[in-house]
């Protein structure tokens, strides 16, 4: 064995944080994306500037909240591409913790941006 090796020894068990992420991250975005991408139904018989209005607010935060679950996937595969080793065990939970947290924060941005009728 390396000097590296016995310093930074290798962790068994890296990939549930990452896995536990996942099955929440997911599921979570797709929810995120689904609930976005139907919400234009809500001004379905808007009409003016109410509908003016409320196309520009979804257009922004669509913007947002295709940004946000773009970053969350970004933290959810940097979390399963850490080298697997005991001094990344850390960020790794840090990241994995994250994931779903900022498909949550892309969620309630999006439900503040938008101007329903």
Do not use: K
């Amino acid at each position: 064995m390396s000097e590296e090796d016995l310093l930074n020894p290798r962790v068994r068990h890296a990939w549930v944080a990452p896995l536990l992420s996942t099955l929440l991250t997911l599921p979570a975005a797709g929810f995120a994306l689904l609930y976005g991408g139907l919400s234009p139904m809500a001004c379905d018989s808007c009409d003016g500037a109410e509908a003016d209005r409320f196309t520009e607010s979804f257009d922004a935060a669509w913007a947002v909240l295709c940004a946000g679950l773009l970053l969350s996937m970004a933290v959810l595969l940097a979390s399963w591409v850490l080298p697997w080793r005991q001094r990344h065990v850390p960020t790794r939970a840090l990241l994995s913790v994250a994931a779903p947290g900022t498909v949550l924060v892309a969620f309630i941005a999006f439900m503040t941006v938008v101007d329903r009728p």
